[in-house]
């Protein structure tokens, strides 16, 4: 499938012949691609796609066979996932991982806290990492909660626990694993309206997600990966009105 | 009988120290070290050794003690905090071994199996500490800075650090955080704070053998920090409180038979802890029953 994307902003992440295999099954198969500044591109695909696997591999959670992946130009081949996150390369994680023990203002405050050391901040700098806290947890509907510890929190405020996290830094790129799954419509909503707020802003965006009604109204680019392998990786009409991928995506493979 | 609670006083107040310096690595970084009384007898030991060869000075003593603490502490921490959690435990017992060896044979610093005697009380800017009446206050004083060091931290941006990596490593590091080294460097504190209460302990006694320092010591320490409240501020100090008087207050108890005390105690000890992870796992001081939501790895 040819690239019929046109825009001609900045190339983040470039990613060239990534392959990743697990015993004999190849979970990400010769995975060329590009992840353009300020756009959302959506992983689309069945389970078992490598997906995951794929946010894996970027972050360093994984470590590639072969292939490279090239941040802003420069290799990122051996980072560790702290490296990846103090480069601008956040993720949440589809079983969430919130720090449990903590309040949601912890969880927040922790996220934008990267320092080894113990260390002074000056007034300053403490009120404008409130600032940060309070703007993620006001996007994000959580503010009443503040003081909950993220275990009492319900199914949906935890999804968005994990947003308010990533939505709290500075960071350019944005790895969603499913962030929308199972919410209700209402919350669908304010959570299509966080991330193209932060879109505009400038922030990119690489998501997973199954629902293709989200699909289809925040991706400005789908790649569709089947089996490790990219199969498309265009615009969404395109690779949504493509008869066979359509097949493969509701399991109807021939 | 007043000399006898004053001891006692004493000790739970040095006891708590080692409480709350565990408690620090324990309930807060998720590290489960079973080597506690490790760095207790090298402070212990190093600040012993200094007093009798170079200064009791506390204002040189101490610094001696934490230091070498500090710095063997790496030796435990650097090669064990990069594998998962059950390893971490397992390296520390092996240390904790390892440690009572060389605590027992090392003749020429510790005394070998008869440790070392006549070590000289704590010196303050030439006043000497050994009344019991005075070094209550000295060992009071520094539970209350180390309890103010650790609360600090704790609630400070590295506190925070190691809470997360407490609730999920994979999580701390995709935000930025350098698992490993946060974690070396809370044991590092751990073991230079753990390191003062074995000085205390040391001029306290004016001697010290290596079975202040074996692994009975790593348990009962972990014990205080369980039964009193993991992660808590107040748990460490009401579990080293509540271990250290039950033996007194079960010898008070005449109807029992004197010889048997020691196996009571046990009895006592094994029951009380089976039962308070049954019903209060946060401990006494801790939260009731922690529920878990979600999976965090």
Known sequence: MTDTHTSSSDVLLEIRGLNKSFGGVKAVDEVSMDLRAGIVTTLVGPNGAGKTTFFNLITGELTKDTGSIRWLGQKIDRIKPYQAARKGILRTFQDLRLFNDMTVEENILTSIEPMSFPTFRTRAQRAEQQERVEYALERTGLADKRHTLANDLAYAERKFLSMARILATDARLWLLDEPASGLDPQSYDRFLDILRVEVKKGVTVCIIEHNLDIVISISDRIAFLDRGRLLADGDPETVLNDPELTAIYFGERA | ?297
Request: aromatic letters at 10%; glycine letters at 10%; zero cysteines.
């Open chain 2, 1 to 297: 009988m007043e000399a006898y609670l004053l001891n006692l006083a004493i000790l739970i107040s040095i006891y708590s120290i080692l409480a709350v310096t565990l408690n620090f690595i324990m309930g807060y970084a998720g590290i489960y070290s079973l080597a506690h009384a490790v760095f207790f007898g090298i402070g212990a030991y190093a600040s012993s050794y200094t007093a009798l060869n170079f200064s009791a000075s506390i204002f040189i003593t101490l610094p001696v003690a934490m230091a070498i603490g500090a710095a063997l502490s790496l030796v435990l921490a650097l090669p064990a905090l990069r594998v998962r959690g059950e390893y971490f435990v397992a390296a520390s017992l092996g240390l904790q071994v390892l440690a009572v060896t060389i605590f027992s044979e090392w003749k020429g610093v510790t005394g070998g199996i008869g440790g070392l005697i006549g070590i000289p009380p704590v010196n303050i800017a030439g006043l000497e500490i050994y009344k019991p009446g005075e070094f209550i206050f000295l060992t009071v004083v520094t539970l209350i800075v180390v309890l103010v060091v650790i609360n600090r931290l704790v609630h400070s941006s590295f506190g925070r650090s190691l809470q997360a990596i407490r609730d999920s490593e994979s999580a701390a590091a995709a935000f930025g955080k350098n698992v490993p080294l946060i974690k070396t460097i809370s044991v590092v504190i751990s073991a230079a704070l753990t390191a003062v209460a074995g000085a205390l302990y040391a001029s306290y006694l004016a001697f010290i053998n290596v079975e202040s320092f074996m692994l009975d010591t790593s348990v009962l320490i972990m014990a205080m920090v369980i039964i009193g409240g993991t992660g808590t501020q107040a748990g460490p100090i009401v579990g080293a409180a509540l271990l250290l008087l039950l033996p007194s207050v079960i010898s008070y108890l005449d109807f029992l038979p004197q010889t048997e005390i020691g196996s009571i105690q046990q009895i006592i000890y094994g029951l009380g802890m089976a039962l308070l992870m049954i019903y209060r796992p946060g401990g006494i001081i801790g939260r009731k029953k922690v529920t878990s939501a979600g999976g965090s790895k």
